[in-house]
């Protein structure tokens, strides 16, 4: 019986288009505004801060000093500060948001600043992401004593103190660099320097975040391996690599994304917090948290230096949360019932 | 249980041991040392400090020293010089003097910032559950209506603030703008015994002006994280069985709530809690240098910057032990909050 296989339109038979996992899941995430709202400021964020303030002249050099004009506030904003502030703010209106205690353009420093935080998310998320993920696909589908060492190498390394790490790491990054190294290491310093001390940033974030992720993509493992689509896949032949990364690794990845999505605000606050005793990003450049430990100190008089980077970082890390949080629900939607 | 928990206890054993040896290792790999100073020292006066703290030692003799001390170096090495060395170990309690405030020991900086911190952070822990667990249960039981999603809303907003922003932020509003709290002082002024148990006459209103605005920027976080996680829990919790059951055999709804259903789900709130705890109790950086505390979290930052050894070690020691123990009794109460549980 042949039968002429017609498009389904013209067949007559209603049906719906066929979507794959991935696709439903975006169509539901299109339908949740506020994590849509969220994305879209994300990306106007890096669009501004990682192709408009370097590559244009809209904001000001955010290194600059015009020390004529330092502590300067534009003259909407005086509201912001304690009465009587006519009397020792200079009021210059060229600063939009004002210029902090060195005469440089806060608005500048604050989207400058958006690039350190953003890159922390992208980069640090990445490398535990891709680390997390194959340390728990390999010993999850390893399974045995070789899960079982894994495992508690994971479980030993989550007792450590995971902020005293960091610091521990970026202290020796940093006397490291300013000794100055050779080789492959030098090569590190280099790139360091040049990137205003992010690098080093990176690699001490994501190697300490990586644990967690681990743990999940294990579990994850764990639950698909005794699938038929897993067994069907080994009875046609395909070898282990195969079966783990073309057919268990596509469908773990939901929930991993998810993971690392609503792990980035911790990211950013770590970077702030680094920055913020000085073990982060090398001044001058600027960083969200270095802005807020420098104006601290000042907070009486001039509150809008503060002000500023804390709503920039408070606004990102919301919208990666909420961004979060409609992923979670978009891949499993059952949470949401 | 009773076996249970002394294996558990055993097993601390190895994971200090590992963290004295990770963080031993990673303080000493950086360069620089505590009597580095922007000057410099003459090296004769360099050569004596270090002689005097045993830094001039190799590696591993100077962390058997500090680990088991110096009597046991001597016996090891055959050195009789060894014993001149004060040096007990920590394994007899002595963590040694602090290399940056010489006149004090380890011991000593613990014992006097410890209770500042650790009362700050109880209250603290108090709060995010006074707060975080009603919070959830009323957004739970109100799904999908205003209430809930208010109160999700607040969760992620404070959620989203680090302390980074909400500490300068509320010393801009709440006690400079608005004058109704302190800028800082916790720990320090009057209403302090002991530097921190609060003095009997005047409790009420001055210990809690001083300690509002630091336990708020301390606890809001850990609070919408207990709450967000009630929540969750509680609505995958009010959907089982024994849940239909409890309603089926007509009971009333609020002992159907509190009695059956959150008990059970508290488990997953009270694993985060073990971590929350630890941490806040032995102190926060941030919090501390914006409200002028002294307590123990500057010293997790200091100490490594000024290249304080034995007080790094012995403060990351005291945090791994809170960590390990709260995780204990995490563990422990999981079998109160869930009858299923056994130990075995």
Redesign the interface.
């Known amino acids: 019986m042949a039968v002429a296989e017609l498009p389904a339109a013209e067949s007559g038979i209603v049906t719906r288009k066929e979507r794959s996992l991935w696709q439903e899941s975006l169509h539901r995430l299109r339908k949740n505004k506020v994590a849509v709202v969220s994305l879209i400021f994300i990306i106007i964020l890096v669009f501004t801060s990682f192709i408009v303030a370097p590559f244009t002249n809209v904001f000001k050099d955010p290194i600059a000093q015009d020390l004529s004009s330092n502590n300067a506030v534009p003259e909407w904003m005086l509201f912001l500060l ?1 009465e009587g502030a006519e009397n020792y703010a200079t009021i210059n209106n060229d600063y939009i948001l004002g210029a902090d205690h060195l005469g440089r353009d806060i608005l500048a420093r604050t989207i400058h600043g958006a690039r350190i935080s953003l890159s922390v998310a992208i980069v640090a998320s990445m490398v535990s992401l891709v680390i997390g993920t194959i340390y728990g696909l390999v010993s999850g589908y390893a399974g045995g004593s070789t899960d079982g060492f894994m495992m508690r190498v994971v479980d ?1 390394l989550y ?3 995971f ?3 960091v ?3 970026q ?2 990054f940093k ?2 660099a ?2 100055g190294a050779e080789g492959l290491f030098g090569w590190m310093v280099n790139i360091n320097n040049s990137m205003g001390g992010l690098f080093f940033m990176f690699i001490a974030i994501a190697l300490v975040n990586w644990l967690g992720l681990a743990r999940i993509s294990r579990g994850q493992v764990l639950s698909q391996k005794k699938k038929e689509y897993v067994e069907a896949a080994h009875s046609i032949g395909a070898t282990d690599s195969t079966v783990a990364t073309r057919h268990i690794l596509p469908n773990i990845l939901g929930p991993l994304i998810v993971y690392e999505t609503l792990a980035i ?1 911790g990211y950013i ?1 770590t970077e ?2 680094l920055s ?4 982060g990003v090398d001044p001058p450049t600027p960083s969200w ?1 270095i802005m ?2 420098e104006a ?1 100190k000042g ?2 008089s001039f ?1 809008n230096q ?2 500023i980077p ?1 709503i920039f ?2 606004i990102t ?2 919208a ?3 961004l979060g ?1 409609g992923l979670r629900d978009a891949f499993d939607p059952r ?1 949401k019932e | 249980m009773t076996t249970y928990i002394i294996r558990r206890i055993l097993g601390f054993i190895p ?1 200090l041991i ?2 004295t040896l ?2 031993f290792v ?2 000493r ?4 040392g505590p009597f580095q100073t922007e000057k410099g020292l003459p090296p004769e006066v360099m050569a004596n400090r270090n002689a005097q703290y045993h830094l001039d030692w190799p590696m591993w003799k100077q962390f058997l020293s500090y680990t088991l001390g110096d009597d046991v170096v001597a016996v090891v090495t055959g050195d009789p010089e060894a014993l001149n060395g004060t040096a007990r170990g920590i394994i007899r309690g002595d963590f040694g003097m602090s290399l940056k405030f010489r006149s004090q020991s380890v011991m000593d900086i613990i014992s006097t910032t410890l209770p500042i911190s650790a009362q700050l952070g109880l209250l603290s822990v108090l709060f995010a559950v006074i707060f975080g667990i009603p919070l959830g249960i009323v957004a739970a039981l109100r799904q999908n209506t205003w209430i809930d999603y208010s109160a999700t809303f607040l969760a ?2 404070f ?4 302390n ?2 909400l500490a ?2 509320m ?2 509003i709440f006690s ?2 608005l004058g109704w709290f302190p800028v800082a002082g916790w720990g320090s002024k009057p209403p302090f015994m002991l530097g921190f148990l609060p003095t009997p006459n005047e409790w009420n209103v001055k210990y809690l002006q001083y300690a509002a605005l630091p336990v708020f920027a301390l606890a809001t976080a850990s609070a919408a994280v207990v709450a967000r996680l009630t929540r ?1 829990t509680l ?1 995958q919790v009010i959907r089982e069985d024994y849940i239909r059951t409890a309603r089926a055999k007509g009971l009333h709804e609020r002992s159907v709530v509190i009695v059956h259903a959150l008990k059970n789900s508290l488990i997953p709130v009270v694993t985060v809690l073990g971590p929350i705890f630890a941490a806040l109790v032995t102190g926060t ?2 919090i501390e240098s ?1 409200f002028g505390i002294n307590g123990l979290g500057k010293h ?2 200091q100490s ?2 000024n290249r304080d050894y034995t007080l ?1 070690l012995g403060v ?1 020691l005291l ?2 032990v809170f ?2 123990v709260a995780n204990l009794m995490v563990d422990i109460s999981y079998a109160w909050l869930d009858p299923r549980v056994r130990f075995d």
């Open positions: 304690p030993f007792a450590f103190p902020l005293i790490v610091i521990l790491m202290a020796f006397a490291q300013r000794q605000p606050f702030a917090f913020f005793i000085g073990l948290g807020i430990s601290a907070i009486r509150p503060v002000l804390a970082l408070s890390t919301l990666f949360n909420f949080d949470l | 994971v590992g963290v990770f963080t990673l303080i790999a950086i360069p620089g992620v907003f959620l989203s603030v680090s980074i922003v300068p932020l010393i801009w400079l703008t969750g609505l950086f941030i914006f997790f930052v490594v910057t790094l990351t945090y791994s960590l390990l």
